[in-house]
């Protein structure tokens, strides 16, 4: 079955840089959700997107944005990078059904690497 | 959000049950229990979840109290595969149109000794 792609696997920056990430959900799911995971962290939401709007919103710095695009992929945009930034940085993705969201489903992550 | 208790870790001998505990005594009516691990950085990996019923399928059988406030899931026939952290995971309740989150608290670390 298909699964979560994110591009690049891994990514090296150098401070004050800018990094996107990018991520293509299961096929036909209409939900991204970001996540952040630091090194000996457990994930964190970041943000999500519903049909191409935002709808969740969590511990996600300014310098981050985010967006949904008409083929559902979805793109993290990070500016001013610091050192604090370097995770590993998840995608998942779910379809909503009936009103209630689905189950999520997560890609293998990007690896940021700010020096 | 209802909050969950897991054990920091726990050793299962290869070919063995694996049973993994997750407290969440303040779990609303309409929230499910997820559970999730993460084998070394990889993505996490969904396993199975749960409402009020237990729950099996192909990688592991949940088992939910008839209060709700605590569960367990179990790996029949534990492989050094299984390695990994464990999460359990009460979804957020419903809070808009096709989304929520998942919060991970510290999971548990799953060690199968050959």
């Known amino acids: 079955a298909a699964g979560v792609i994110q591009s690049p696997r891994h990514l090296i920056k150098e401070k004050r840089e800018t990094a996107t990430l990018k991520c293509y959900p299961i096929?036909?799911?209409?939900?991204v959700y970001w996540y952040q995971q630091g090194p000996g962290q457990d994930p964190q939401f970041l943000i999500s997107?519903?049909?191409?709007?935002?709808?969740d919103k969590g511990s996600i710095p300014d310098r981050f944005s985010a967006q949904q695009f008409s083929d559902y992929h979805s793109e993290l945009n990070m500016s001013s990078l610091e050192l604090g930034d370097s995770a590993l940085y998840f995608c998942?993705?779910?379809?909503?059904?009936?009103?209630?969201?689905?189950?999520?489903?997560f890609g293998p992550g990007t690896r940021l690497t700010v020096l | 959000d209802a909050k969950t208790t897991q054990p920091t870790s726990m050793d299962c001998a290869e070919g063995r049950a694996a049973n993994l505990p997750c407290n969440h005594s303040?779990?609303?009516?309409?929230?499910?229990v997820y559970w999730y691990r993460q084998i070394h950085s990889q993505g996490p990996q969904y396993i199975i979840h749960g409402l009020k019923n237990n729950e099996t399928n192909e990688m592991a059988s949940l088992i939910i109290t008839e209060d709700r406030k605590s569960s367990t899931l179990i790996l029949p026939h534990a492989t050094l595969r299984d390695t990994a952290v464990y999460y359990c995971i009460v979804r957020v309740s419903y809070s808009g149109a096709g989304s929520y989150q998942l919060t991970f608290g510290k999971g548990t670390k799953l060690s199968v000794i050959p």
């Open positions: 303040t779990i609303s009516g309409n929230e499910y």
């Open positions: 997107f519903y049909e191409k709007m935002q709808s």
């Open positions: 096929p036909r799911h209409d939900t």
């Open positions: 998942a993705s779910s379809l909503e059904r009936g009103g209630l969201p689905d189950t999520q489903y």
